[in-house]
């Protein structure tokens, strides 16, 4: 116990927490959380941004928190603090997209507040934060809402760039290829494409780490 | 006949996995054999028809701009709705524990099939988006509500119930080891969704 103490806020210890989401414990492709809300906002890159800083956020401090109070939460009831810890959260988010981000706020509708139910945010605080310490909660937290966030900005990137030729809303297929011939391929505006991304990227992401590859 | 179009829409058109991704979490962990997926099903279409009038009826009479008026001229002007996320989730946390009990207490063998799931029924993203979504498009009446919700957790239920039918027949299929469980889960979602797309435009 007095060697954590002692340990510095950027230890390996922690570095590792934050890195390890990104990839092997990636939450989206490896531990299949927080698809709910996510993949309706991925037609276009700054909405996805915004959406993945919002969970990043929420995640980091709902973790922060839980953690903080986790030994006077009755287990029983804990379903419903953790919740309401995450809802204060999320409404603190929504009004702050609200004043400053309006027109992303009004493309995001109800996925803001679908962020409360992001099982992400709920399955950290459950496996995690119960059970460690504030600080690294918290690490784990952030890391987690940047591995999300990673695949989010992934599929938003080739959603963008072959369903309307652009990149954060600026047009980087240019004129000519399009006079060439070249068509925006409308299937990648449509719902189903997400999904088949995610499936594709799980693909490479498994071929190159086999002992992620599922048994049975 | 309003409300039956309603609900018919909100199973095949607007059905809540292939066209809005909600629900998925436990869509994709839950759908390994029938049996289960039927028991999850059934779990959320009637806690979605329990939670979806009362939320409504707390926006109605609580939340909304305007809604304190039955309590005299005072409070007339009083705008509460930035506290529905919060009021809208602790009536589905609350309502979900007490589900949870009374399965427990009555059928102990669908308890232990659905697991860890019950509780996740509380964050499935389904349960609280059909009361955003009430709120979002204003519908007005309680036979809309209930048409809505009924419509939603058939339309997730009717999903969830077939790819665990296809997951179940593709187990015995030569697919590529690392695309295989969640990768090739991925791809047939997406596949049934462009499926799905086709009641588009459908009109009763």
Sequence with gaps: MNQEKRESLFSKKYLKLLKKPLNLNNPISVQVLGICSALAVTVQMKPAIVMALSVTVVTGFSCLIISSIRNTIAPNIRIIVQLMVVAALVIIVDQILKAFVYDVSKKLSVYVGLIITNCIILGRVEAFAMGNKPWASFIDGIGNGFGYGLVLIIVSFFRELLGSGKILGHQVIPKALYNAGYINNGLMILPPMALIIIGVIIWIQRSKNPELIDKG | ?204
């Design chain 2, 1 to 204: 006949m309003e409300n039956f179009n309603l609900f018919i829409r909100s199973i095949f058109i607007d059905n809540m996995i292939f066209a809005y991704f909600l629900g998925m979490c436990s869509f994709l962990a839950v759908s390994k054999t029938v049996k289960t997926s039927i028991g999850l099903g059934i779990a959320v279409v009637f806690v979605l028809l329990i939670t979806a009038p009362v939320n409504w009826l707390v926006d109605t009479y609580l939340l909304k701009p305007g809604a304190l008026k039955w309590m005299g001229e005072n409070f007339k002007d009083i705008d509460l709705s930035y506290l529905s996320f919060i009021i809208f989730i602790a009536v589905i946390a609350a309502i979900v524990q007490l589900v949870e009990m009374v399965i427990e207490k009555f059928s102990p063998p669908l308890y232990n099939a659905l697991g860890i799931f019950l509780p996740l029924i509380a964050v499935n993203c389904a349960i609280l988006a059909v009361a955003l979504f009430i709120q979002d498009r204003e519908y007005s009446t309680i036979g809309e509500v209930m048409a809505y919700a009924g419509g939603s957790g058939i339309g997730w239920m009717l999903a969830i119930v077939s790819m665990a039918a296809i997951r179940e027949k593709i187990r015995y299929s030569n697919i590529p080891r690392p695309l295989k469980g969640l990768g090739i889960t991925f791809i047939l979602t997406g596949l049934m969704a462009i499926a799905f797309m086709s009641f588009m435009g459908i009109k009763i």
